[in-house]
């Protein structure tokens, strides 16, 4: 498009232009969604059916799974459609509203995973003070708090964002519309809005990101305390993967959220946003709640007594 000539509206880029390859793609993000969408729904059924399950780990649980079910939905549904299509194209209101409710979700995630690693360093370090810390009212509280900052923190960036001119190409490196593609995009100086996005990402995540691994380091101290080797043995593997999931998502943002604007955009870069837009809304079920023993219970439960009504 030529420079004098306004962006009314932006073209997505696939991974190939190969049709089987294309297919392929489609049906790779299509049972990843559906699988998301299935664990997710599970938790949120079995967390919500039995009476057992009403804490403060669980409620936070179910608030995670219904997050990830939207989050994964911003995004695979609309890459699904361009990988199938011939038209790529999606409107300048669309694109917004896909970076708003990507940087929503995101935001929110981060912070109720900062929680729940909170939730299980008083839990496992603070057991007598628990009910009072992590009592209904503040569970409820921390999570509007999380929700309402996350709807100030999506709204600043996609307003500054959008504030700016695009006039020059049209075509989005990547299959979702996302603040660092755009900003290739303008036809003004980016430097305050790289900036910005730079220093409040840094801030947010790498804060986040630090509470979550002192919260687990003051577990893993604790439980090396503990005289029965299974329950050290059990912790190292709760918290581990909990660690590995929260490094794979803070990573693979920060690369494509601070990389230099000036930085032509790659296919790796398309890859890396896979590993923070999809990956933890289809691992999250499986490893926060899929693997712990009540939930399994629960589920067992829920599916027999099922089974025994239908007779």
Not at 9 to 16: I, P, Q
Not at 186 to 211: H, N
Not at 287 to 292: A, E, Q, V
Request: hydrophobic share 50%; net charge positive.
């Amino acid at each position: 498009m030529l420079n004098s000539t306004t962006v009314t509206e932006f073209l997505l880029t696939r991974f190939s232009d190969v049709w089987e390859l294309r297919v392929l793609h489609a049906l790779i993000f299509l049972l990843t969604y559906l699988a998301t969408l299935l664990g997710n729904l599970l938790i949120v059924t079995v967390t919500t059916l039995d009476q057992s399950l009403h804490t403060p780990m669980y409620f936070f649980l179910r608030n995670l799974s219904f997050l990830d079910m939207c989050y994964i939905s911003v995004t695979v549904p609309q890459a699904c459609i361009i990988f199938l299509l011939d038209s790529t194209a999606i409107s300048m209101v669309g694109c917004a509203a896909q970076i708003f409710l990507v940087f929503l979700f995101a935001f929110v995630e981060l912070l109720f995973l900062t929680i729940m690693a909170r939730d299980r360093y008083v839990a496992i370090c603070q057991p007598l003070h628990y009910p009072v810390i992590m009592n209904h009212q503040v569970c409820v509280q921390m999570s509007l708090a999380s929700l309402f900052s996350g709807v100030v923190y999506s709204g600043f960036h996609t307003g500054i964002t959008f504030s700016l001119p695009f006039c020059q190409s049209n075509i989005v490196h990547q299959f979702f519309c996302d603040i660092p593609v755009l900003l290739k995009l303008s036809c003004s100086d980016v430097f305050m809005s790289e900036l910005l996005l730079f220093v409040s990402s840094v801030v947010f995540a790498g804060g986040c990101f630090s509470l979550i691994i002192m919260s687990y380091v003051r577990i893993l101290s604790t439980v090396l305390k503990f005289p029965i080797r299974g329950e050290r043995r059990k912790a190292f593997a709760t918290c581990v993967p909990h660690i590995l999931m929260v490094t794979v998502f803070v990573s693979s943002a920060a690369a494509v959220y601070m990389k230099p604007t000036s930085n032509l955009p790659t296919i790796q870069d398309m890859i890396m946003s896979v590993f923070y837009s999809i990956v933890p809304p289809f691992l999250n079920p499986i490893i926060y709640s899929l693997r712990n023993k009540q939930i399994k219970e629960a589920i067992w439960k829920i599916m027999s007594s099922m089974l025994c009504s239908g007779k």
